[in-house]
């Protein structure tokens, strides 16, 4: 087993819909944990940084973390033929110099 | 510059070549990490720098790769005798956080290799 699972999909919605992500994870030491996105050929972009459990938000992105059940997500509200791209999680512990990252989820929003 | 840059972004290499791959963090980053991204897969750590002291290695999956940063600016990732598992995109991130070197990295967009 990983130590970070994540569905790969892919995942298509319709424009304006409302999409969900998911990560679950093993280690209960991991404490930063983090969304990226990536665009065919590109670099993965930071979207969304959360410590510790709780909820985030930026604009139409809400990050979740759920540590008691090793569970992340990352919602997009109002999703846009731009929000098509792989989006990863990715998380570390204190003192770890690397992240850990999912597979990757694959989102189409088609007009 | 603006952001992080990596040469070449496209490499074709015959099975057992050497190949150098080259990472321009963003200027006054501390911190760099290495990832292989396989195709349909999420990155994985190769090895971590803080200014040129190389404190992680964990990540690199033999003897034939090697990475160094000896100005605590540029850094090469080599892989000698090219295998064709070695075939993936090859990514760069650095980080300003000196005590939370995990987090808020930026990527580069990767050196694509190709091994023939």
């Known amino acids: 087993q990983k130590e970070v699972e994540q569905d790969p999909g892919p995942l298509s919605v319709p424009e304006g819909a409302i999409v969900s992500l998911n990560c679950t994870y093993s280690?209960?030491?991991?404490?930063?944990f983090m969304w990226y996105r990536q665009y065919s050929r590109k670099g993965p972009e930071l979207l969304m940084y959360t410590y510790s459990s709780g909820n985030k938000e930026d604009g139409r992105f809400t990050a979740q973390v759920d540590k008691s059940s090793k569970y992340i997500s990352l919602f997009i509200r109002d999703s846009q033929p731009s929000d098509s791209a792989t989006y990863l999680c990715?998380?570390?512990?204190?003192?770890?110099?690397?992240?850990?990252f999912g597979k990757g989820t694959k989102l189409s929003v088609k007009p | 510059g603006a952001g992080v840059s990596q040469s070449p972004r496209y490499k074709v290499a015959k099975r057992g070549q050497d190949v150098a791959l080259r990472c321009d963090p963003i200027?006054?980053?501390?911190?760099l990490f290495w990832y292989q991204q396989a195709l349909g897969q999420g990155p994985e750590f190769l090895t971590y720098f803080q200014n040129e002291a190389q404190l992680d290695k964990s990540g690199l999956p033999s003897d034939r790769f090697f990475a160094e940063r000896p100005e605590g600016s540029v850094s090469t990732l080599k892989i000698q005798r090219t295998q064709q598992e070695d075939s993936a995109v090859y990514l760069c991130?650095?980080?300003?956080?000196?005590?939370?070197?995990?987090?808020?990295?930026?990527f580069g967009q990767g050196t694509r290799l190709t091994v023939v």
């Open positions: 991130a650095s980080s300003l956080a000196f005590d939370r070197p995990n987090t808020e990295a930026f």
């Open positions: 280690n209960s030491a991991f404490q930063y």
């Open positions: 990715a998380m570390t512990r204190q003192g770890q110099g690397n992240l850990i």
């Open positions: 200027s006054g980053h501390v911190s």
